[in-house]
């Protein structure tokens, strides 16, 4: 399927590559430390551009994306475009290498986004595609795959997980009240967006000021998407988190993970082990985590995306490390006035790095989106 006009084929090509980034979406967050990748297969008899073939990667990470397309498409696939979110795989895993496979289904163009920074693969999906003599067209929706892919990107770069700070703050700029427990900044149309971001990330990370001030849950609580939580971690040096905190409610659905110092009293975390509750043992350097080895230990872990939600000492010593990839920030219309707790970020004041992605609007509160490229540290 290549058009004469290569304008309007360009396109198409992007057309076809939003919709495999959609696709790809689709199980975001739930591919352990594989990327969610899409595929889309399209054919042209001369009739105009047809869909034979739609995948994404499978829950846990196999099959790969190329595999599902390719099965739906059989015969159909013989002459057509594969649409790739990222660069196909070239080496042996559960089943032969994706390249290959796209080769012998004889798909003859193979448009790709993102290339892969696996060692296994870094460059040899694509040699392999053009050593058969296909046609291959590289990095179109580049940018909006490396923002889809960042947590893959950033873990298999800099060996810690993608950090996504999320703040949400009132209209004079506070993030709470001390000792007020949960305050609401934002409305409905937030929360529920919040959520949603949630149920994308391997896990959500808090301070544990945060969590004896609210008592959060930090579980997705949407409907259709109640088992998407992920794991919650609690950064907890000094071990205050008491045993009847929300977070162990649920602890056998969404695991628990508690960041205490290596010499944490060892009565009190076999208690919580008996609970279900998981450890991480950390550096901790004048009552400060070592955050660098803890993101660290975490991608270890197999997550690739970490969702901050405070509190304000946790941002700032994250931003102060340079350790965060993306910033998300809600400003909601409440005052909160004396007394309130002041955001360590806000709109105004972005640390140098960052670009902004979007700006957005859900119900009353405004929102909007930085990121720090990948080279930038
Ligand atoms: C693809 N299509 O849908 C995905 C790919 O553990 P394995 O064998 O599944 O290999 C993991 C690697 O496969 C991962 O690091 C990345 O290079 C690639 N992921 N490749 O062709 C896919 N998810
Ligand atoms: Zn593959």
Same mark, same amino acid.
């Given at each position: 399927m290549t058009s004469a006009d290569p304008v309007a084929q360009e396109a198409l090509d992007r057309r076809y590559m939003a919709a495999a980034l959609r696709l790809a979406r689709r199980n975001a967050g739930r591919t352990g430390t594989n990327p969610s990748v899409g595929t889309i297969i399209v054919r042209d008899d001369g009739s105009g551009p047809m869909i034979v073939g739609t995948g994404v990667t499978a829950?846990?990470?196999? @099959?790969?994306a190329e595999t599902e397309a390719l099965a739906e498409a /059989?015969? &159909? *696939? +013989?002459g057509a475009t594969a649409y790739v979110t990222l660069e196909p795989c070239a080496h042996h895993g559960r089943t032969p290498p994706c390249a290959e496979a796209l080769v012998r289904a004889g798909i003859t163009r193979v448009v790709g986004a993102a290339s892969d920074p696996d060692s296994r693969v870094s460059g040899k999906g694509y040699a392999i595609l053009r050593t058969a003599g296909l046609t291959v067209t590289e990095r179109v929706l580049a940018d909006e795959a490396a923002d889809h892919l960042a947590g893959y990107l950033i873990r298999s770069v800099k060996k810690r997980p993608e950090v996504i700070l999320k703040m949400a703050y009132s #209209?004079? +700029? %506070? !993030?709470g009240r001390g000792? *007020? /427990?949960?305050? *609401? !900044?934002? /409305?409905e149309v937030s929360r529920r967006i919040v959520h949603m971001m949630r149920a994308e990330a391997d896990a959500i990370l808090v301070g544990i000021g945060t969590a004896l001030e609210d008592d959060p849950a930090l579980t997705v609580r949407l409907p259709g998407l109640e088992n998407r939580s992920p794991v919650r971690i609690v950064l907890d040096s000094r071990f205050r988190? @008491? #045993?009847? #905190? %929300? &977070? &162990? *409610? =649920?602890i056998e659905r969404v695991p628990l993970y508690l960041v205490v110092g290596? =010499? #944490?009293d060892p009565q009190k975390r076999a208690a919580f082990e008996r609970l279900g509750v998981r450890f991480i043992g950390a550096e901790i350097h004048d009552g400060h985590i070592a955050l660098p080895e803890l993101l660290e230990d975490i991608a270890a872990l197999g997550m690739t995306s970490l969702f901050v939600e405070g509190g304000a000492a946790v941002a700032k010593s994250l931003l102060e490390d340079e350790l965060v990839d993306r910033i998300v920030l809600f400003q909601g219309e409440v005052e909160i006035g004396e007394g309130g707790i002041a955001t360590p970020v806000d709109a105004a004041h972005i640390p140098a790095g960052f670009r902004k992605l979007r700006d957005m609007r859900f119900g009353d509160d405004s929102c909007a989106e930085w990121i720090r490229d990948i080279e930038a540290g």
């Open positions: 829950i846990g990470g196999r @099959p790969h /059989g015969e &159909l *696939a +013989r #209209a004079d +700029r %506070k !993030i000792g *007020a /427990g949960q305050v *609401a !900044i934002t /409305g988190l @008491p #045993a009847d #905190a %929300k &977070l &162990l *409610a =649920d290596h =010499d #944490a």
